[in-house]
Structure formats: structure tokens, C-alpha cells
């Protein structure tokens, strides 16, 4: 999905990255995601499209009358409609045949990707529009919440391998009005956010305005 709209740039990020960290799980990772281009750009338009049809539904006046007659806020439903969800979501990512470490490496290598390219004009001066910005900040959030519910310790713990903070940071940057519901699926879908072991510091930068 990157990599058709950048060129190598993919490469150029996730190789600096990769030797920063002396190691080769994200080279792996990056060559297995070129390699298998058309799945990786399914399975990141499948991530949009997810999360683009929550921020719908969730500012719908007429979505989930029963709900709403219910008197549920927003947050309660949200949290209601992604319970069963994220139980498919785990079922279908932890693969029996496949090392839980090949799949975290897959989604956390796809984060820093949209996470550099969005936070650097060289990069994000190659999006043809806006769409593209927004298509980048919903896969990214959208891998971060499958890495949370699918490795042990979550996608908050210090020894991830996303970065947690710029990730927030860069939505933090973008039009509040855009980037409220990607929030708030971090928010309240999320499933270690409130672990102790997350720090203070992420806590607060998610913490409602």
C-alpha cells in the first residue's frame, strides 16, 4: 500500500530503522510485506475501510437505535460493537502455523512505515491528496490495535516495537476534527492502554481534551 504510493520509500525508512536497531526482524518483515504486495494492500484497505465505517456509525444520528434508546454515550457503544469484533480479529491473525513474532513484526513494521511517512515532508509530500493522508493515519491505527490485542504485552509497553508516542504525536498533529474518532479507537479499543505498565506519559497524551 505504501510502497505503490512512494516508491522506495519504504525501503529507505524501514532500512535506516532497521540498522538503528541492530537488528534484522524488521528487514524480514519489510521484505515479506514487498514480497506480498497485493495482500499487504488488501489487508490495509480492509484496516480503512474498518475503521473509516466506525467514525461513520459513531457520528450517525440514526446508528444503533436500540442502543441509543438504551441511553448508551458514544463510548459505551463503540466499546459494545468492537467486543465481538476483536474476538475475530485475534482469531484470525493468531495463525497456528505461523510464529506470533511474524505477525507483530508484520504490524509493527506497517506502523512505523505510516508513522515516518506521515511525519516527514520529504514523504508526505509524495500523497496525491489528503485521502491519502487520512488512508495512512487509519491503517496505522488500525495495525497498532490488532498489535495490542494479538502480542502478550501489547502495543504501550516500552519494549514495543512501535513508537507509541510519535505515533500519537502524529495524530495529534493532524485537524482535530479528523483524527477525534482514530483517537478514540485507541481510546476505548484498545486492550493494555490501562495496564500499569504503560506509562504515565502515553496515558495523558490519550487522555480526552
Known sequence: FIIESAGDTCTDVLGAKANQRGSMDILESLLHLEQKQALARQFAHILHFTLRFDELKVCSPISYPCEQRAGQSDVSVL?????????????HVKNVDVPIENTTDCLSTMASVCKVM?????????FASEETVLFCLRVMVGVIILYDHVHPAGAFVKTCNIDMKGCIRVLKEQPPSSVEGLLNALRYTTKHLNDEATSKQIKNMLQPN
Open 118 to 126: 506521515l511525519e516527514t515532508p520529504e514523504y508526505r509530500s509524495r
Open 79 to 91: 466499546r459494545q460493537r468492537h467486543a465481538d469484533a476483536e474476538d475475530a480479529q485475534r482469531r
